[in-house]
Each structure stands twice: as C-alpha cells, then as structure tokens.
Nanobody, 122 residues
Framework: QLQASGGGSVQAGESLRLSCAASVRTFSDYGMAWFRQAPGKEREFVAAVSWSGGSKDHAESVKGRFTISRDNAKNTLYLQMNSLKSDDTAVYYC?????????????????WGQGTQVTVSS
C-alpha cells in the first residue's frame, strides 16, 4: 500500500515536499516513481529512483526544480518541488515496481498510491 501526502495550494515560486509512505515488507526491493495528472490530460512521468537511490531520472519539465529521493529506513519516497509553476498543478501519484528498473512508463508500475493534489496559483 502506498500513501501519498504533502500536497496543497501554493503561489508560483514556492516549494512543497511530497511524501509517499509504503507499507511493504522490504521497501528497498522496489523501484519508485512519481507521476502527475492534470485535468483533461494523460498521466505523465515526473521522476523515478532506483531501489538504492543511486540512480534517478527526472522529466525535462521539472529538471533543476524537482528532486526525487527515498529513505529506505523509513519506507518513504519524497519529491522536493521548488520554484513551482502553474503548469505543475496536478494530482501527484507515487508508484512502485518490485525489482523494477527506472522507467518513465506508468505501465511498468503495478502499484499506485491514491494521489495528492498540488495547486499552484500564479
């Protein structure tokens, strides 16, 4: 089970940190990712991290502003979002794949959290 939290309403230029708590036996066995979906749009890749945290990938649209990380001791995935823009407004989902490699395709992640709303006002 994945539980995302940390969303909210902020002004453009502000920051938020999303968290995703995982109720799994061995969190470090899972590749993890963040996706987002804006109203009327398809779900899009935001960032992914390998099981160890040693490999990461970020979408071009968030590079330099967002950072994915994980704390395997706390079974928690994070997304630090800085310099937020109105285009970042969406529901953000965390996703997991057992023994999964980093992937930007949502089809490679069988497990999903419920989503947390991020609204950025300009």
């Amino acid at each position: 089970q994945l539980q995302a939290s940390g969303g909210g309403s902020v002004q453009a230029g502000e920051s938020l940190r999303l968290s995703c708590a995982a109720s799994v036996r061995t969190f470090s066995d899972y590749g993890m990712a963040w996706f987002r979906q804006a109203p009327g749009k398809e779900r899009e890749f935001v960032a992914a991290v390998s099981w160890s945290g040693g490999s990461k990938d970020h979408a071009e649209s968030v590079k330099g502003r967002f950072t994915i990380s994980r704390d395997n001791a706390k079974n928690t995935l994070y997304l630090q979002m800085n310099s937020l823009k109105s285009d970042d407004t969406a529901v953000y989902y965390c996703a997991a794949a057992l023994y999964g490699a980093i992937s930007a395709s949502p089809r490679n992640y069988p497990y999903w959290g419920q989503g947390t709303q991020v609204t950025v006002s300009s």
